[in-house]
C-alpha cells in the first residue's frame, strides 16, 4: 500500500545580531564556555531581561520577505521547565501572539515546477545553553554562551508531502534569510535546526494520521535521510497493523535512523503565561514600513529581472541567484564584461567548479568580478581564444600577477593571432607543404570536407604556437582551399 | 538627642559640621548592636562599608556640595542586591549569596551620599504580612515585642521605628511597606508601579512588585523616594516619566483636595476603634482644607482572590532559577539531576514560599489557566477600571492600611486566610499599580494605626503633601516606641 506523507517543519532560526535577544552579551560562536554569559543570561536573582529592538526589525523583516501578516502587538511568554541549560527555569518565547503570522513562499522543486508552502507563523524566542558531558571527569558542564542567543521559529503548514520538498523549502528558506541578511545561515554552527513533524495518511484522506516529531536536524543531508526512515518506520507499523506513537524523537545518522527520545520532557505542561518583566511589544504601522524600505530584491524577484534584463535562461537565472552574493558577483562581472550570457556561463561552470573543487568561499576567491571581467573582455576582443581564456582563468586562480590578466597575458605570450595577413602566410605554408591532403579535400563531398578541414585547423595552431584564432582560421581556409 | 531628628534637619546638622556623617553612622551602629539581637531588624550589618562611605560623605560635605541625603545612615530591605555584601531575601536558599552587583535603587542612593547600615529582614522572598516567614528569625515590634512588626519589610518597618537607621527601602507587592508601615508607627510609601526601577530587586511578582520609602515622615520618605525614583534602560517596566521633586512640593496646597472614602472600606466589618482613629485623622485632613467625599469600590472583594492567584503564579516562575545549579543552595550529594532539584528546592525554601509556588504552578497549569489566572487577569483590569472611575470623582482615596494593629507573635501562622486577610485594603493598589501611602494616624491601646492613601498613577507628590501636611498638624509619627535606641549622641 502506499501512504501519503505530511510534513511540516519547524526551523530554528539563530538572528545574526551582534548581542542577545535579552543581555547585552555577544552572540559570537565559538568562544570560551561562560565567557559570554552575563548576570541576565545566568539568571541571576533581580536580573531583568531587556529586548534587542535588532532582533525585532529582523523577525519583521522575515515577515515582509514572505508577505505575512505582521503581529502589531506581540506578546513574550515564559515556557517554564527545568533543565540545567535553562538557568531561569523558563525560556522566553512567544505563544499566543507570535510577531509574524501565516505568510507563503514557493519552492521550485527538480522536476522545475514550483509548490507553495505556507508558513504558520515564526516567533522569536532566546536559545538554552548547551550541557557538556565530557568537559569536566565524573561531572557534567553547563556552558550558557549560547543561552539568550535569538532565535526565530519558523513553523510551516503540513503541506510538505515528500524528503524532496523538504530539502526543497530548506534550501528556499535559507536563500531568503541570507538575503534578508537576518541570519548567517550557517548550519554547521547551529544556525538553522530543524524540527520535523511527520505523519502517513491513505491517498485521498482529508484526516492526519499521528505524528511524531523528529528534533534538532541540523542538515539538510539528514533531514532528507530523517525523513526517508522515519517514513519506512511508520509505514512498516501502519502496514502491519500497528498504530504510531505521537512522541519525539532523535534521527540517529550513523545508524540512519530516527529513536524514540522518552524524556520526561516530553511530558511537561509548559504553563505558558505574558512574562510580566517584558512588555508587549506593539509595532506602529510607521515602523513596519520604514523596515519593509530596507527590503532588499528577494530571490524569486531577482531570478525574474535576470531573465528579463540580461535574457537567461530559467536554469542559468535561478542558478546564479541562489545566493546573493553569486548574484550580485554576475552582475558586477556583467557590468565589466558586456556579456551576460558568457558571465553566466564562467561563472555558473568555472568559477562554480574551482570554488567547489577548493572548498573556498565566493567572498574569499582569487577571482573576483573585476578579474573575471576583464578576462570575459578579452574573450570578446578576440585576444583571448576560450582554451586561452582557461589558461588564464587558471593562473588568475594561482593568484599570478596579482590578478591583472593583461600582465598574464603578456608574460604568457597568449595574445590570439587575428592579423589575416599573418594567417594566410600560415595557411599558405601549410597548403603547400600538404599537397595530398589539399587534393584529399578537393576530391571531398561536404560532409567530408568538415572532417579534412580540422586537419588544417590543427597543422595551422601548431604553427601559431597555439596562437591562431581558429575561427578566423577556419574562414580563411575555406576560402584559400576553395 | 538627634536621633529623632528628620532628615532634613540632620542634613542641616551634617552640614554646618554639627555632626558628622562618621559620628552619625557610628552613633546608628552602636544602636543596632544594642538592640537587634532583640529585634531582629537587621539580617546584616556591614560596618566597614558603612564607615567607608561616611567618611566619603564627610569630603563631599566638606567640599560644600551635599545633597539631602548625604551622609544619612539608611538601611536597604535584603532583597535589593548590594554588591560584595550578602544579599539573602531571607531565605536559605540564598543565605550564602553575595551579589556582584548593586541593585539600580542602591545605585543611586549611593550615588547621592547616603550610608548604608545593613540589610534589614524580611519575610522570605517577600512572602508574608508578619515578617515571621524569615530564615533568619521573626522581627519584633518595637511597640510591643509581642507582636510582629508586619511584614514583608518588617526588618525596615521595625529599624527606622526602634531608630536603628533614619530610613529605610522596602518593597511593596501587596502592602509589604504600607502595613509593616502602619503596625511600626512610620510612614511608608509604595510609588506608582514602573516609578523604581526593579533591577537588582529579587523578584516575588514582577507585575506587582515595587520598591519605595519608609522613613519616620512623610517628607523623610520625599527625600528617599525622589533618590530612588527614575527611569532605568535595564528594566522594561520602567517609566521614563520625569520624577517630579517631592521635597520642594510637600506643602502645595491641599484645599480642596478631594479625599475618596470608600465605602466598602469603612463597611462595617471594620474595627470600631480603628474606624474612629481612621475618622479623626480624616476630620484633621478635613480641617487643613480637603474635601471627604462618599464613593464605591464596587470591586474591592475582588483583591485577595486575585492576588493570590497572579502572585503566586508570577512567582512559582520567578522562583524556579533557585535550582541548586549556579548559586545559592544546593543539596548534599545529589544522587542525579531530579534529586538536585527537588532537595535543593525541599530543603532550602520555606513552607510560606513552597505554598505559593504550589498554588502559582496549579493556577498556570494546562486545563486550569483559563479558570484562575485568565480570569485573574481579567478581573484585575476590572480593580483598575474601578479606580479610574473613582478617581473622576476624586483625587485621592483613604482608607486602612489593615484590619487592625500589630497582632501578638503566633497568632495567625496556623491560619492562612486570617493572615492574607491582613492586605485586604492594600492588594488592589498593587493590582492597579496605583502609588499608596501609609502614616500615623493615632493608637490601638499602644499600638500603632496606620490611615492608607491612595493616588492616582504618578501622583506620589499629591500623597505626599497631604500627609505632611497632616504630620505638621500631629505628632503620632515622632512618638517614641518603648524599645528606641535613644541616647545623645
Known amino acids: 500500500m502506499s501512504w501519503e506523507v505530511v510534513i511540516g517543519l519547524e526551523v530554528h532560526l539563530q538572528l545574526a545580531t551582534e548581542s542577545k535577544i535579552f543581555s547585552g552579551s555577544s552572540t559570537r560562536f565559538g568562544a570560551e564556555p561562560n565567557t559570554q554569559a552575563s548576570a541576565v543570561d545566568l539568571a541571576m536573582p533581580g536580573m531583568l531581561p531587556v529586548l534587542n529592538e535588532q532582533a525585532v526589525r529582523y523577525a519583521v523583516l522575515f515577515g515582509l520577505g514572505i508577505g505575512a501578516e505582521i503581529g502589531q502587538r506581540s506578546v513574550f511568554d515564559r515556557k517554564n521547565y527545568f533543565y540545567p541549560d535553562l538557568p531561569k527555569g523558563y525560556q522566553i518565547s512567544q505563544f499566543e501572539q507570535p510577531i509574524v503570522g501565516r505568510g507563503s513562499f514557493a519552492v521550485t522543486l527538480a522536476d522545475g515546477s514550483t509548490k507553495t508552502i505556507g508558513i504558520t507563523r515564526a516567533h522569536l524566542e532566546e536559545d538554552a545553553g548547551k550541557s557538556l558531558h565530557d568537559a569536566i571527569p565524573n561531572a557534567s558542564g553547563i556552558d550558557l554562551n549560547r543561552a539568550g542567543t535569538p532565535l526565530l521559529e519558523i513553523v510551516s503548514e503540513p503541506d510538505i508531502r515528500s524528503a524532496e520538498e523538504a530539502v526543497a523549502y530548506l534550501k528556499t528558506l535559507h536563500t531568503l534569510v541570507t538575503y534578508l541578511g537576518i541570519s548567517d545561515g550557517d548550519m554547521s554552527q547551529g544556525s538553522m535546526r530543524c524540527d520535523i513533524n511527520l505523519s502517513l495518511r491513505k491517498p485521498g484522506s482529508t484526516e492526519f494520521g499521528t505524528r511524531t516529531e523528529i528534533k534538532n536536524v541540523n542538515s539538510f543531508r539528514f533531514v532528507e535521510r530523517a525523513i526517508a526512515s522515519e517514513i519506512e518506520r511508520q509505514s512498516d507499523i501502519l502496514e502491519e497493523g500497528g498504530v504510531i506513537i505521537q512522541e519525539t524523537r532523535l534521527y540517529d545518522a550513523e545508524r540512519d535512523e530516527t529513536r524514540s527520545m522518552r524524556s520526561k520532557e516530553v511530558a511537561n505542561d509548559y504553563r505558558y503565561f505574558p512574562d510580566p518583566d517584558l512588555l508587549p511589544v506593539e509595532l506602529s504601522d510607521a515602523y513596519i514600513a520604514e523596515i519593509a524600505s530596507t527590503l532588499p530584491e528577494l530571490p524569486d524577484a531577482k531570478k525574474a529581472r535576470f531573465q528579463a534584463e540580461y535574457g537567461l535562461g530559467e536554469y542559468d537565472a535561478s542558478a546564479l541567484c541562489d545566493s546573493q552574493a553569486l548574484a550580485q558577483f554576475f552582475e558586477l562581472t556583467t557590468s565589466r564584461a558586456k556579456d551576460p550570457k558568457l558571465a553566466a556561463n564562467w561563472i555558473l561552470t568555472d568559477l562554480l567548479g574551482q570554488l567547489n573543487a577548493s572548498g573556498v568561499k565566493l567572498q574569499d576567491a582569487p577571482i573576483q568580478p573585476e578579474q573575471l571581467g576583464h578576462l570575459i573582455e578579452r574573450i570578446k576582443d578576440n585576444t583571448l581564444s576560450s582554451k586561452m581564456a582557461k589558461q588564464v582563468f587558471e593562473a588568475l586562480w594561482q593568484g599570478e600577477a596579482q590578478g591583472n590578466v593583461d600582465q598574464i597575458i603578456e608574460a604568457r605570450g597568449l595574445k590570439q593571432v587575428s592579423d589575416s595577413g599573418a594567417l594566410e602566410a600560415l595557411i599558405n605554408e601549410v597548403v603547400a607543404n600538404n599537397p595530398e591532403q589539399v587534393a584529399q579535400y578537393q576530391a571531398a563531398d561536404d560532409g567530408k570536407r568538415k572532417k579534412l578541414i580540422g586537419f588544417f585547423v590543427g597543422q595551422i595552431m601548431k604553427a601559431s604556437k597555439g596562437q591562431a584564432n581558429p575561427q578566423l582560421v577556419n574562414q580563411l581556409l575555406n576560402k584559400t582551399l576553395g | ?489
Open chain 2, 1 to 489: 538627642m538627634m536621633d529623632m531628628q528628620s532628615i532634613k534637619q540632620l542634613s542641616d546638622a551634617l552640614s554646618k559640621k554639627q555632626i558628622s556623617s562618621v559620628e552619625l553612622t557610628r552613633h546608628f551602629l552602636s544602636s543596632i548592636e544594642t538592640h537587634n539581637d532583640q529585634l531582629k531588624a537587621f539580617i546584616s550589618v556591614d560596618e566597614d562599608r558603612a564607615i567607608a562611605q561616611a567618611t566619603q560623605a564627610d569630603k563631599t560635605l566638606s567640599k560644600g556640595n551635599a545633597r539631602a541625603l548625604t551622609g544619612i545612615p539608611i538601611a536597604h530591605k535584603d532583597l535589593f542586591c548590594t554588591e560584595g555584601l550578602a544579599t539573602t531575601c531571607g531565605s536559605k536558599m540564598l543565605a550564602n549569596f553575595v551579589p556582584p552587583y548593586d541593585a539600580t535603587v542602591v545605585q543611586k542612593l549611593d550615588e547621592v551620599g547616603a550610608v548604608t547600615l545593613g540589610k534589614t529582614n524580611l519575610d522570605e522572598f517577600a512572602m508574608g504580612s508578619s515578617n515571621e516567614n524569615s530564615y533568619f528569625g521573626a522581627v519584633r515590634n518595637p511597640w510591643d515585642t509581642n507582636c510582629v512588626p508586619g511584614g514583608s519589610s518588617g526588618g525596615s518597618a521595625a529599624a527606622v521605628a526602634a531608630g536603628l537607621c533614619v530610613a529605610a527601602t522596602g518593597t511593596d507587592t501587596g502592602g509589604s511597606i504600607r502595613q509593616p508601615a502602619a503596625f511600626c508607627g512610620i510612614t511608608g510609601i509604595k510609588p506608582t508601579y514602573g516609578r523604581v526601577s526593579r533591577l537588582g530587586m529579587i523578584a516575588y511578582a514582577s507585575s506587582l512588585d515595587q520598591g519605595g520609602a519608609m522613613a519616620r515622615s512623610a517628607e523623610d520618605c520625599a527625600f528617599l523616594l525622589e533618590a530612588m525614583s527614575g527611569f532605568d534602560a535595564a528594566d522594561s517596566t520602567s517609566s521614563d516619566r520625569a520624577v517630579e521633586p517631592y521635597s520642594e512640593q510637600l506643602n502645595h496646597d491641599i484645599k480642596g483636595l478631594r479625599i475618596g472614602l470608600p465605602r466598602q472600606y469603612f463597611s462595617a466589618d471594620l474595627d470600631a476603634k480603628v474606624r474612629e482613629l481612621l475618622h479623626n485623622a480624616l476630620h484633621e485632613l478635613e480641617r487643613l482644607g480637603a474635601v471627604l467625599v462618599d464613593i464605591e469600590l464596587k470591586q474591592a472583594e475582588l483583591a485577595i482572590p486575585v492576588y493570590y492567584i497572579i502572585a503566586p503564579a508570577e512567582a512559582s516562575t520567578n522562583l524556579s532559577r533557585y535550582d541548586g545549579v549556579r548559586y545559592g543552595y544546593r543539596c548534599e550529594a545529589p544522587a542525579d539531576l531530579h534529586d538536585l532539584y527537588t532537595r535543593s528546592r525541599s530543603e532550602a525554601f520555606g513552607e510560606e514560599v513552597k505554598k505559593r509556588i504550589l498554588v502559582g504552578t496549579y493556577a498556570l497549569s494546562s486545563g486550569y489557566y483559563d479558570a484562575y489566572y485568565g480570569q485573574a487577569q481579567k478581573a484585575r483590569r476590572l480593580i483598575a477600571e474601578d479606580f479610574q472611575q473613582a478617581f473622576k470623582q476624586v483625587d485621592l482615596i483613604a482608607g486602612p492600611t489593615a484590619p487592625g494593629p500589630a497582632f501578638a507573635l503566633g497568632s495567625k501562622t496556623s491560619d492562612p486566610v486570617a493572615m492574607y486577610l491582613e492586605d485586604i485594603y492594600t492588594l488592589a493598589v498593587n493590582l492597579a499599580g496605583l502609588p499608596g501611602l501609609s502614616m500615623p494616624a493615632g493608637f490601638y491601646d499602644h499600638r500603632p494605626i496606620g490611615l492608607q492613601l491612595i493616588g492616582n498613577h504618578f501622583d506620589e507628590s499629591r500623597l505626599l503633601a497631604a500627609a505632611h501636611q497632616y504630620q505638621t498638624q500631629t505628632d503620632w509619627h515622632t512618638r517614641k516606641a518603648p524599645v528606641f535606641a535613644g541616647g545623645a549622641l
